[in-house]
T-cell receptor, first 111, second 115 residues
Framework: KQEVTQIPAALSVPEGENLVLNCSFTDSAIYNLQWFRQDPGKGLTSLLLIQSSQREQTSGRLNASLDKSSGRSTLYIAASQPGDSATYLCAVNAAGNKLTFGGGTRVLVKP | GAVVSQHPSRVICKSGTSVKIECRSLDFQATTMFWYRQFPKQSLMLMATSNEGSKATYEQGVEKDKFLINHASLTLSTLTVTSAHPEDSSFYIC???????????FGDGTRLSIL
């Protein structure tokens, strides 16, 4: 059974610092891995999707890497802003597009 | 971009009431829709996979008679929480898949509170 773990569970940084969010998964047989943002009481916003054949994806200040063999992905957010405060979830798509989510990392960027 | 509309966004009702939540894909056809449940400060847990025109596939531990899922068209799936009790209070989120193994598109969720 696929298990997804996110560390740390919570993170607080001053504005301008780079954020590093970690995601690990137990079964490396995946189709893709996706990073989401969730604001309190809201649904999910897809940030980046990395196919299993890819090593990384970039979008603006966001960069996500994938090391499938070691079961790890890292989301980097450069030059953090207060608007980046949210919960970040990673999800692994292993079979049938059924996503297994990690527990999330709650991020607070202090102005 | 692809949009998924979920309605209602919030429901407060008495214990014993049945509650229906709708999930619509507004600008694409969704052969598969997924229903998730999220408890406070926890992650999303997949409840069931809904395929148009066929019975939903429920995850282990999810009562199919409690959570009725209907996917009668390529743009609409409904989740009905039957005879809801306080322990059913949660945040329910749907997602829709247009092309297989391409990113799912998520609704904004429904906050269900059972008194």
């Amino acid at each position: 059974k696929q298990e997804v773990t996110q560390i740390p569970a919570a993170l607080s940084v001053p504005e301008g610092e780079n954020l590093v969010l970690n995601c690990s998964f137990t079964d490396s047989a995946i189709y893709n891995l996706q990073w989401f943002r969730q604001d309190p009481g809201k649904g999910l916003t897809s940030l980046l999707l990395i196919q299993s054949s890819q090593r990384e994806q970039t979008s603006g200040r966001l960069n996500a890497s994938l090391d499938k063999s070691s079961g790890r992905s890292t989301l980097y957010i450069a030059a953090s802003q207060p608007g980046d405060s949210a919960t970040y979830l990673c999800a692994v798509n292993a079979a049938g597009n059924k996503l297994t989510f990690g527990g999330g990392t709650r991020v607070l960027v202090k102005p | 971009g692809a949009v998924v509309s979920q309605h209602p966004s919030r429901v407060i009702c008495k214990s014993g009431t049945s509650v229906k939540i709708e999930c619509r894909s507004l600008d694409f056809q969704a052969t598969t829709m997924f229903w998730y449940r999220q408890f406070p400060k926890q992650s999303l847990m997949l409840m069931a996979t809904s395929n148009e025109g066929s019975k939903a596939t429920y995850e282990q531990g999810v009562e199919k008679d409690k959570f009725l899922i209907n996917h009668a068209s390529l743009t609409l799936s409904t989740l009905t929480v039957t005879s809801a009790h306080p322990e059913d209070s949660s945040f329910y989120i749907c997602s829709a898949e247009g092309v297989r193994n391409q990113p799912q598109h998520f609704g904004d969720g429904t906050r269900l509170s059972i008194l």
